[in-house]
């Protein structure tokens, strides 16, 4: 576990449970000894657990972040993910947001659209929302999320380099075209 993210799960069952102990977060994350604890905590320039519960429930006394579940037998926790508009040209000043479960406390580079065509169905449809994340290396199968010019396209990426059209499997042409990112979750709603 890298630092920010041993730090993510430590202040995440600090804000679930505010008076848990050092032993039982060295429990939670399968640590030998409660020094492991405060050596992450030193790391990171805590001078305590008193210091770092402080720093973390000051931090999010007014967000809904930090609810974690057990979803079976693996922790999820709750982000809050931007809702990017599908037609870039369009100038909506207002920030829209999701909430999510996801298997990282602090993800990097999720973020959702909701898809406003149906060129891509049966698989994507107008009134989809689909969860991507950027972070994700560009590696394996999946569906992606690419981007020509302002446009968003979905493609399929096959074999770790080739991209797809969705409809036709026919390669699509890398020419001015940009992988945003590996789309992770689709959510539909039906009427």
Known sequence: MQLNETLAYMAALIRENPSITVREIANH???ADNKSVYYWLSKANYQGIGDFKQAVLKEHAD???GLSVLQNGVTKFLVKVPVKPWNQKKTDPAQTWV???YEAPNPEGLFAVNVETNEFSPWFIEGDLIVVNSAIG???SGWVLLKKGRAYLIGRRY????LLHVNTLNPIPRTGLTEIGEIVQLWRIWS
């Open 138 to 140: 560009k590696v394996g």
């Open 29 to 31: 994350l399968k640590f």
């Open 63 to 65: 967000r809904l972040d």
């Open 99 to 101: 909430y999510l479960f």
């Open 159 to 162: 074999a770790g380099s080739r």
